[in-house]
């Protein structure tokens, strides 16, 4: 959001000069708390490390002590535990019935108030009526969205009106490289599966 303001105002015709108090959140020793650590999750808590993040995580299954170790993560068995603590909060769960509006006016309320909402999984793990009026009542005090419900939102959507909001359209993986690792791993799981060989990227229900 800082960096999103920021550039309106280097652009801005109407700018003469850049504020002194112009500040934003520190990222570096902040606390990050990651809802779901799954394979995209623990590489989340492996960036953070480097920015000497404390990492919280909440996941249905605890990770191995080896595991949690390297990225220096904290388990919390109950989500709320990791909601009151975090300075930002990331999304990165399947959607599913059970994670369908995980965060809703309940979990917003046990955030900080100067905490941030990121979502980098799907939009209706969030209750986006919730959100906005989280965020119009300064409840949290932004949130940056890759994803929403619907996508494109409708340009009438009060998510769209708001300062504290950074919203980005499902680029997670828009990359030209990751493209294409995508399109690779998919040809191998499909020649494998033709050549009746183990498929490399299985995923079998729990």
């Known amino acids: 959001v800082y960096l999103h303001s920021g550039c309106r ?3 801005s015709p109407d700018t003469k000069h850049f504020a002194v108090d112009w500040l934003g959140v520190e990222v570096s020793r902040a606390t990050l708390g ?3 650590m799954g394979s995209i999750g623990y590489k989340v808590a492996q960036r953070a490390r480097a920015f000497n993040m404390r990492i919280l995580y909440h996941n249905r ?3 191995r002590k080896e595991e ?3 990225v220096g993560a904290h388990y919390c068995e109950k989500m709320e535990n990791l909601l009151q603590q975090s300075d930002f909060v990331m999304l990165v769960v399947n959607l599913t ?3 369908h509006k ?3 006016k309940k979990e917003l309320g046990l955030m900080k108030p100067t905490a941030t ?3 980098i999984s799907r939009g209706a793990v969030i209750d986006q009526d919730a959100l906005v009026e989280a965020l119009q009542n300064k409840v949290i005090r932004a949130a940056a969205l890759d994803v929403t419900y619907p996508e494109p939102l409708p340009r009438d959507h ?3 009106q708001l300062d504290s909001v950074i919203i980005t359209p499902h680029i997670g993986t828009a990359t030209v490289q990751a493209l294409r690792m995508m399109a690779e791993e998919a040809i191998a799981n499909i020649l494998a599966v033709l050549n009746g060989q183990p498929v490399p990227s299985e995923v079998l229900p729990k």
Request: proline content about 8%.
């Open 102 to 104: 995980l965060i809703g």
């Open 9 to 11: 105002i280097a652009v």
């Open 117 to 119: 909402l990121v979502n």
């Open 61 to 63: 299954n605890r990770r």
């Open 68 to 70: 949690e170790e390297a």
């Open 34 to 36: 990651i809802i779901g």
């Open 158 to 160: 009060p998510l769209l």
């Open 97 to 99: 019935p059970e994670t």
